[in-house]
């Protein structure tokens, strides 16, 4: 599992025109699950995307979470985050996780977000998307799941 996390002032998915998920102030996760990942690695993504220490406190440094301070989680799949650019100059996606078992755990991932207690709203999988952001700080951080 990799994903690019972004903190941001708001953010929405659009497909065919029209807003499938949107958030407020929050965080926007564009996710890829690869072979070999599995119902735990949703479920650790999870628990880290709640408690992700990137928002500010009141010195200014990043010290809260999203569950610490009530902001948003909109989650996009996005199996090209699992591209590598190791070789060449096309990127390969041979570690990406086939579709029909990647769509499962984004769900389960999703829903396990949500059971937390946050806000959540999801991009569709499958679909072409546009994302439409304000990113905040910029802050950017990339989330790779532990060998």
């Known amino acids: 599992m990799k994903a690019v996390i972004q903190r941001v002032t708001m ?3 659009i497909v065919d025109g029209r807003a499938v998920g949107e958030i407020n102030e929050g965080l ?21 995307l709640a408690h992700l220490r990137v928002f500010e406190d009141s010195g200014g440094k990043m010290n809260l979470s999203a569950l610490d301070s009530g902001k948003e989680i909109l989650l996009v799949p996005n199996f090209t985050v699992a591209g590598s650019t190791r070789k060449g100059h096309r990127p390969s ?17 999703a829903d396990a977000v ?3 207690g946050l806000k959540t709203a999801r991009g569709l999988f499958g679909a072409h998307m546009q ?9 950017t951080v990339i989330l790779e799941r532990s060998p």
């Not at 996710?31 to 628990?47: L, P, Y």
């Not at 994302?131 to 802050?139: A, Q, R, Y």
């Open 93 to 109: 996606f041979d570690n990406a996780m086939e579709p029909e078992r990647a769509s499962e755990l984004f769900d389960l991932l």
């Open 11 to 13: 953010a929405s998915v």
């Open 28 to 48: 926007v996760v564009l996710v890829a699950f690869e072979k070999g990942d599995d119902e735990a690695v949703a479920a650790r993504t999870a628990e880290k």
């Open 131 to 139: 994302v439409e952001l304000t990113n905040d700080g910029p802050v």
């Open 114 to 116: 949500a059971s937390l």
